[in-house]
């Protein structure tokens, strides 16, 4: 079992910046790919940025710019720079991770932190 824990979240003012982090616990895993949804009131469930194992990076054009998803695999931990933040930012942001063991890829969730920007 792979058990991720989002931490960082909380209020700011637009044009502010947060930095979200994803702990992985993960013993007898590999974890491959990672990525950060959102989901705002509303509306459906968006991924706003991934990274593979080896470091490469995309983005949802909505955060394209302001910010930066990356991961240290030895702490198993990934994080999400958020910079020059506007209230359309505000939703819940859930961490995913794709992981294999014995030849099986499962894939996990957090159970999201809230990230509130006032205009």
């Known amino acids: 079992q792979v058990q991720l824990v989002e931490s960082g979240g909380g209020l700011v003012q637009a044009g502010g910046s947060l930095r979200l982090s994803c702990a992985a616990s993960?013993?007898?895993?590999?974890?491959?790919?990672m990525g950060w949804y959102r989901q705002a009131p509303g509306q459906q469930r968006e991924l706003i940025a991934a990274?593979?194992?080896?470091?490469?990076?995309n983005y949802a054009d909505s955060v394209k710019g302001r910010f930066a998803i990356s991961r240290d695999n030895a702490k198993n931990t990934m994080y999400l720079q958020m910079n020059s933040l506007e209230p359309e930012d505000t939703a819940v942001y859930y961490c995913?991770?794709?992981?294999?063991?014995?030849?099986?890829?499962?894939?996990?969730r957090g159970q999201g932190t809230q990230v509130t920007v006032s205009s």
């Open positions: 993960a013993s007898g895993f590999v974890i491959n790919a």
């Open positions: 995913n991770a794709q992981a294999s063991r014995l030849g099986a890829t499962f894939r996990y």
């Open positions: 990274i593979t194992s080896g470091g490469t990076t």
